[in-house]
């Protein structure tokens, strides 16, 4: 069955230092693989997604993430964290063909210290 | 401005009742999705509609109704309520055709269940 781990539940970070949060799936076919990030009380933001070609994608606010099929993994980066950054990150797969539902890890909180 | 909206924004009720949600894309997206995020944060489909026609469901009670009067809006009316219905609820759209898979998500509907 299709799944996602982020195995980082919480992760704590210091304003202005580098963040990796890692994010590992398993599907069969090629993955379409997204990153989302949902503030206190808000809606899923898309950071970033990865459908084909290049493997390292660039997204909005600073961040990247990289595609590593050998590792299933499409790990999450930004080199200087803001405190602006503090919330919780979605990993997710969309399932090819059909109308693919998506299917999400179960979340990554990030705290910032200033 | 264009986007996926929900109403209510905030829904409190006693168990039992019945209530709606609405949603509304005016993205020009023909599918249409509800996932429930529990008090873990945790996300999961529940339904999709393509066109209006009921694509995915998942293993949702039946007290879960969908209805989809046009590829614009897609509601879902849930009967008896239970305590744990307490959630918030995401309505996405996407694209299906020539599109990238990319889901849009609306604002969430935090139901509360008393």
């Known amino acids: 069955a299709q799944s996602v781990t982020q195995p980082d539940i919480h992760i704590t970070v210091s304003e202005g230092a580098s963040l990796e949060l890692r994010c590992n799936y398993s599907y069969g076919a090629t993955p379409y693989l997204f990153w989302y990030v949902q503030s206190p009380g808000q809606g899923l933001q898309l950071l ?3 459908f084909s070609g290049d493997t390292l994608v660039q997204g909005i606010k600073g961040f990247e993430a990289e595609f590593k099929r050998s590792q299933s993994s499409f790990n999450l980066r930004k ?3 803001h405190w602006s950054d503090a919330a919780e990150y979605f990993c ?4 090819s063909g059909g ?16 | 401005d264009t986007a996926v909206s929900q109403t209510p924004k905030y829904l409190v009720t006693q168990m039992g009742n019945d209530k709606s949600i609405k949603c509304e894309q005016n993205l020009g997206h023909d599918t249409m999705y509800w996932y429930k995020q529990d008090s873990k944060k945790f996300l999961k489909i529940m339904f999709s509609y393509n066109n209006k026609e009921l694509i995915i469901n998942e293993t949702v009670p039946n007290r879960f109704s969908p209805k989809s009067p046009d590829k614009a809006h897609l509601n879902l009316h849930i009967n008896s309520l239970e305590l744990g219905d307490s959630a918030v609820y995401f309505c996405a759209s996407r694209r299906t055709s020539g599109g990238d898979n990319e889901q849009f998500f609306g604002p969430g509907t935090r139901l509360t269940v008393l």
């Open chain 1, 48 to 50: 970033l997604k990865y």
């Open chain 1, 79 to 81: 080199p200087s964290v």
């Open chain 1, 92 to 95: 997710a797969v969309g399932l």
């Open chain 1, 99 to 114: 109308y693919n539902k998506l299917i999400f890890g179960a979340g990554t909180r990030l705290a910032v210290h200033p």
